[in-house]
Each structure stands twice: as C-alpha cells, then as structure tokens.
C-alpha cells in the first residue's frame, strides 16, 4: 500500500506547486498593473496642476500664437513664388465673408475723436501694435525652447532677469519714441477763434487750461459760474 500512495502523493505536491505558481503570476501581475495605475494617476494630476496654474486664455493664446505663425509661413512661400498672398487668401474665402471681413477691418479703430485720455492711449497702443515688424519665427522657436512654460508666462511665473533685451529691439524702440516725439512737436489743430467769447484769461497757455476745465467741470460749475456774473453769489 505504501508503494502505491507515493506516486500519487507526490502527483499531489506537483499540482499544489503549480497552483502556487499560478497564483504567484497572478500576483506580480496585480502588482505591476497597480504601479502602472499609480504612475499614470500621478502624471494625470502634475499634468492637471500644470494646466490649473496656466492663464485663463493660454489655449487661446496658444492658438492664435500658432495661427500667426502658420500665417507668416503661407506669406513667405507665396511672396517666394511672387504672389500677392492677401489676393491668394480671398480667393479661398466667399464674397461674404470678405465684405465682413472688410468691415470689421474698418470698425476695429475708427478714430471717434477725443473722448478721454484713456481711450487716446488705448488708440495709441493699437495703432504701435498695428505698426509692429513681422513676426521673427526663427527668433520666436528659439525663445519658446530657451523659456519652456515660463514662455507664455502665470500667475506663478516669475519672468523678471529670465529675458534680455536686443541692441537692435532697443535701437527700435528708441526710434519710435523719437518719431513720436517728432510728430507730437509738428502736430497742431488750427482753431477757429470766436471774437464775441469772453475773455477769461491772460495768455494762450491760460486760455488752454481753462478749456479743459470747462470741458471737464463746466456742467458741475455753470450755476456758481452765473451766479458769479449776476453778483448773487454768497
């Protein structure tokens, strides 16, 4: 009888040992699909906490930064062809967004006249913009690869010392100053001068001053300004 168990006892230890291994492969499996797991949530949330700390607008930023920059490359290959690439570029767009396009281009800084200094220095700031050189793509790749994410700045970023200054941006801008300047000296609106208004000052620059106080705070003084002149006033 002993002889006859023995072989089967031992086909007993072999099926037990390889149940055990099965469960160990098992195991180890469990194991690395939980470190995967872990690793891809842990990348998930650094790459949401990233995207939390960029601008409001970085994906619109991002987008138009790209437009802008597949815009240029469409005019440089057709002003290598000697194209026209504003003629080139209404042709792949109907009569009717063209004529809109058109009249956005017009209603985007119509001069209104002067209303307050804010609104002259947000003209001034979009006719600068307007008048800016095109784009450097080269020099654009470039600082993109240089700044990394600090390249389109947050709330989080600090900027300060990571960016230097060209000679030649400089020597632009100071040529625009100066332009500026030149034109603001030459610029002078011809006014007519009315004979019969009263005379309430005692030099040009005066009479300047008190337009714009009368521009500013006339409707607020005009009832003290006739009293004034009546002799009723207390």
Do not use: C
């Amino acid at each position: 009888m002993s002889s006859e168990d023995t072989p089967s006892t031992q086909t007993k230890e072999m099926t037990f040992a390889e149940k055990q291994a099965e469960r160990m492969k098992r195991l180890r499996s469990l194991h690395s699909a939980r470190n995967e797991a872990r690793t891809h949530n842990h990348q998930e949330v650094v790459a949401e906490e990233a995207r939390n700390k960029l601008p409001a607008n970085y994906e619109a930023k991002k987008r138009q930064a790209e437009w802008l920059l597949d815009d240029q490359n469409k005019r440089e290959e057709a002003t290598k062809q000697g194209k026209d690439y504003d003629r080139v570029k209404l042709l792949n767009i109907s009569a009717v967004e063209a004529e809109r396009l058109e009249r956005k281009k017009k209603k985007k800084n119509p001069d209104q006249g002067f209303s307050t200094y804010e609104q002259a220095t947000v003209r001034q700031y979009n006719r600068l913009v307007k008048n800016m050189p095109t784009m450097d793509a080269e020099q654009y790749d470039k600082q993109k690869q240089k700044y990394g994410d600090a390249f389109y700045g947050g709330p989080n970023v600090i900027i300060h010392g990571m960016h230097e200054d060209r000679k030649e941006a400089i020597d632009k801008m100071v040529d625009d100053i100066e332009g500026q300047i030149a034109k603001r000296a030459k610029y002078s609106r011809r006014r007519t001068h009315n004979d019969d208004a009263d005379i309430d000052y005692i030099n040009e620059r005066n009479a300047k001053f008190n337009k714009k106080l009368e521009r500013f705070y006339g409707e607020h003084t005009a009832e003290i300004k006739q009293n004034l002149e009546r002799g009723t006033a207390i």
